[in-house]
């Protein structure tokens, strides 16, 4: 089991609101394969956080998020239930990559991006 991260620590980088579309496929709690349609609430240069996933999942297992011509492998690091069959869950990345979400890594880490489609996306759901 890995230490505990304070608050603090867990929040070096920036959140960038973005509800984007993605795929999330790994294998539920009772091991079966599945693939759920998605979508992000916030991302980071190392993880997101994901809603509208529809089977139950155990900290520590290992997705794939599929966002346009991206795969990318996550942790799950915790689990929301939001109703009987829907959850929200954090993922951090098991590898870094250099353009998650099609950004640069540094893009998301140092401070909110002010162009690029995330945030294009970001400022305009703040105006809605």
Known sequence: MQPSISGTERR??????????????????????FEDIAHTLD??????????????????DHVTVVYRQWRMEFSVVWIKAIGKHEFQVGLQTVSQQT??????????GAHVPHSGSVAKLAEGREAL
Not at 43 to 60: C, D, K, M, P, Y
């Open 43 to 60: 991302i980071t240069a190392t993880g997101s956080r994901v809603a509208a996933i529809h089977h139950r999942l155990r900290v520590e």
């Open 12 to 33: 070096n980088l920036n959140r960038v609101r973005a509800v984007l579309p993605v795929r999330v496929r790994g294998t539920d709690e009772e091991g079966r394969p």
């Open 99 to 108: 353009d998650a979400w099609g950004l640069k890594a540094s893009d998301l």
